[in-house]
């Protein structure tokens, strides 16, 4: 049985990707059916396109997959707190279920006082620590 556990180290290998490519560490995958539909890291430098966070790129891939643009029954796993532009994307995507890892104190949605779409559940904590860390070490070798 898949658990939530195994999608978010699913999710922390993509942000290891994103590390390696020297993107902030952030990975999201978005399961529907316990199969992944989508897989997505930060692409804003290598696209140079401030949108392109992983969940955008998972949205995006997973609408297309799916023939729709919404996200009705789908879990999306993420490495860090969406921001609010990617809340409000999940916002309107209808996602069924969040889980975020480590929380953003500075961007995230949540710290901003901001709710998804009502029937959305929320869940957190799951890998907060690993997240947190390669998050941090990114930003340590940056300055």
């Known amino acids: 049985m898949f658990t939530d556990d195994y999608f978010m180290n699913i999710a922390f290998q993509q942000a290891q990707i994103a590390y390696e490519k020297d993107e902030v560490p952030v990975g999201c995958v978005i399961v529907h059916n316990n199969r992944i539909i989508a897989k997505?890291?930060?692409?804003?430098?290598?696209?140079?396109?401030?949108?392109?966070?992983?969940?955008?790129?998972?949205?995006?891939?997973?609408?297309?997959?799916?023939?729709?643009?919404?996200?009705?029954?789908?879990?999306?796993?993420v490495t860090l707190e969406p921001c609010v532009m990617c809340g409000g994307a999940l916002t309107w995507a209808q996602l069924s279920r969040l889980v975020i890892a480590?929380?953003?104190?500075?961007?995230?949605?949540?710290?901003?006082?901001?709710?998804?779409?009502?029937?959305?559940?929320?869940?957190?904590?799951?890998?907060?620590?690993?997240?947190?860390?390669?998050?941090?070490?990114?930003?340590?070798?940056?300055?």
């Open 40 to 77: 997505a890291h930060n692409l804003t430098e290598q696209l140079n396109d401030v949108t392109a966070h992983a969940e955008m790129q998972a949205i995006t891939a997973a609408a297309n997959l799916l023939g729709g643009k919404y996200l009705i029954d789908c879990s999306l796993y």
């Open 102 to 143: 480590a929380e953003d104190a500075q961007r995230g949605f949540l710290h901003k006082g901001l709710a998804l779409h009502p029937k959305t559940q929320i869940i957190t904590g799951i890998m907060a620590e690993e997240s947190a860390l390669l998050l941090k070490n990114f930003f340590k070798s940056k300055r």
